[in-house]
Nanobody, 131 residues
Framework: EVQLVESGGGSVQTGGSLRLSCVISGNTPPYIFVAWFRRLPTGNLEGIAS???????TYADAVKGRFTISKNNDGKLLYLQMSNLRLEDTATYRC?????????????????????????WGKGVPVTVSS
């Protein structure tokens, strides 16, 4: 089983920065998709950044140019560097992993920012941006 634990959330003023971390542990296969999602105050779950099993990175338009997703060499640490934060970035941020399905494919290969493909989730950390 794969476990994910996020850290680094908190409160920041508009224009500020935060870095979120996600520790990936347990029986983690070598080839996985990883991603960051956020649950907005409206309740909507939004995919914001992902890294494919081959290293391809995808960003949602809402965060492109402001957020950077990365992971360390062994793939056990996932980061989200958030800069120039806006009020609308207030949300609970969760990391997620998709492991290879029984069919030998990744759903996220075609839909990297859709939650449907991800089968392991962290509990999330809150990020509050204020003016």
């Amino acid at each position: 089983e794969v476990q994910l634990v996020e850290s680094g959330g908190g409160s920041v003023q508009t224009g500020g920065s935060l870095r979120l971390s996600c520790v990936i542990s347990g029986n983690t296969p070598p080839y996985i998709f990883v991603a960051w999602f956020r649950r907005l105050p409206t309740g909507n779950l939004e995919g914001i950044a992902s890294i494919s099993n081959t290293g391809a990175i995808t960003y949602a338009d809402a965060v492109k140019g402001r957020f950077t997703i990365s992971k360390n060499n062994d793939g056990k640490l996932l980061y989200l560097q958030m800069s120039n934060l806006r009020l609308e970035d207030t949300a609970t941020y969760r990391c997620a992993v998709e492991t290879l399905g029984a069919a030998g494919t990744f759903y996220s290969a075609l839909h990297p920012l859709e939650s449907s493909g991800y089968n392991h989730w962290g509990k999330g950390v809150p990020v509050t941006v204020s003016s």
